[in-house]
């Protein structure tokens, strides 16, 4: 059984692409997560969650479908503050336990100048600075 929405230790709720393109109205975008992977902090859009018994243990897992590393040298010039991305949809797909997700982010579409393509950039607490 896949599912939609799974609420993180801080509070918020992370929900997954699989139920807000199925929405009608405007989604809430809630799909991207900061993650740890193996000691490393990566991005992700959650495609969906599900539960798997695994000898005998009840685990819960998100597919997730990775962003690509920051763009380095949009990070350097921006001294470190512009986190972008290349979004890689289904050539990055990668099961995670959800103990792996920290909180929810947003990922925001832009065409940086002087760099081809779109990149997504980072925004942390999307939301909760009023």
Same mark, same amino acid.
């Given at each position: 059984t896949k599912w939609a929405r799974l609420r993180l230790p801080n $509070? /918020?709720?992370a929900r997954s692409a699989w139920k807000e393109r199925a929405m009608t109205k405007q989604p809430r975008m809630a799909r991207n997560v900061?993650?740890?992977?193996?000691? /490393? =902090?990566? &991005?992700?859009?959650v495609y969906f969650y599900f539960n798997m018994t695994i000898r005998? %243990? @009840?685990k819960t897992f998100a597919m997730? !479908?990775?962003? !690509?590393?920051? #763009? /380095?040298d949009l990070l @350097? @010039? !921006?001294f470190y503050t512009v986190f972008a991305c #290349? #979004? %890689?949809g289904d050539n990055s797909l990668r099961l995670i336990e959800i103990c792996a997700i920290q909180s929810v982010v947003a990922m925001v579409p832009h065409q940086f100048? $002087? &760099?081809?393509? =779109?990149?997504?950039?980072?925004i942390e607490r999307p939301g909760l600075d009023i």
């Amino acid at each position: 059984t896949k599912w939609a929405r799974l609420r993180l230790p801080n $509070g /918020q709720v992370a929900r997954s692409a699989w139920k807000e393109r199925a929405m009608t109205k405007q989604p809430r975008m809630a799909r991207n997560v900061k993650l740890l992977l193996d000691g /490393q =902090t990566a &991005i992700g859009e959650v495609y969906f969650y599900f539960n798997m018994t695994i000898r005998d %243990r @009840r685990k819960t897992f998100a597919m997730v !479908s990775v962003y !690509s590393d920051p #763009h /380095q040298d949009l990070l @350097r @010039r !921006s001294f470190y503050t512009v986190f972008a991305c #290349h #979004h %890689r949809g289904d050539n990055s797909l990668r099961l995670i336990e959800i103990c792996a997700i920290q909180s929810v982010v947003a990922m925001v579409p832009h065409q940086f100048p $002087g &760099i081809n393509g =779109t990149l997504y950039y980072l925004i942390e607490r999307p939301g909760l600075d009023i």
